[in-house]
């Protein structure tokens, strides 16, 4: 089992919303392509093992997968097949959608032909393509934590800043001062932190990373 990196910063990420399956058959050979949502090697470790248990019957289980927000994680198996037949073809059509969170796995039964590496890489990339196509995909905005804390005659303000960014409020508390802990859109961070600052003329306190207790 190989693995590769990438590292695209961005603040959206798209990742299976539902599970599918299909099926193509290519001189004799059956290949059943499923897509699932993972968001651990666990995850996807325990997935695949139980499909094996289920299909144990089958000839291979050629799988590849995408993990965190940005698919700086993923891994691909041959599964027997011949090197680079299987699972890099797989890995690419998951790549291709930009869908990260996903494990495609492709189970071939065995025909009677062998189809020589070329015809492999196809029929494995094709079945894969199948159930990324068909996939329900949602898209998650990566954001990173933020704590404001202010005065109570400097709610206006303050408010208007957080709806501004469109800031999701996780949580409040309310005393002397008001604290919100808020998630904000990741490239907007820094821009937030500026922004509140200066609507509040100095006032209020901004601590970035500061993650709900």
Request: hydrophobic residues 35%; negative net charge; glycine residues 8%.
């Amino acid at each position: 089992m190989r693995s590769s990196h990438q590292e695209v910063m961005k603040d959206e990420y798209r990742e299976p919303e539902s599970e599918e399956t299909a099926d193509l058959k290519v001189k004799g050979s059956r290949f059943i392509g499923r897509i699932m949502r993972v968001l651990s090697q666990d995850e996807a470790d325990e997935k695949l093992r139980a499909l094996r248990k289920a299909e144990y019957d089958a000839t291979h289980h050629c799988s590849a997968w995408r993990i965190g927000p940005e698919g700086a994680l993923t891994r691909f198996n041959d599964d027997g097949e011949p090197n680079g037949s299987a699972g890099m073809p797989i890995l690419r059509r998951i790549e291709a959608a930009d869908l990260t969170n996903a494990m495609v796995v492709v189970t071939r039964y065995y025909g009677g032909t062998k189809l020589g590496t070329g015809g492999l890489v196809r029929a494995y990339g094709d079945t894969a393509g199948l159930v990324v196509d068909a996939v329900r995909v949602r898209t998650c905005v990566i954001r990173l934590p933020v704590a404001v804390t202010f005065d109570y005659d400097d709610t206006s303000p303050a408010m208007h800043t957080v709806n501004q960014f469109d800031a999701v409020i996780a949580r409040s508390e309310y005393g002397d001062r008001t604290t919100l802990y808020l998630e904000v859109r990741r490239s907007e961070a820094e821009a937030f932190e500026a922004a509140f600052v200066e609507a509040l003329s100095g006032r209020g306190e901004v601590v970035a990373g500061q993650v709900d207790p």
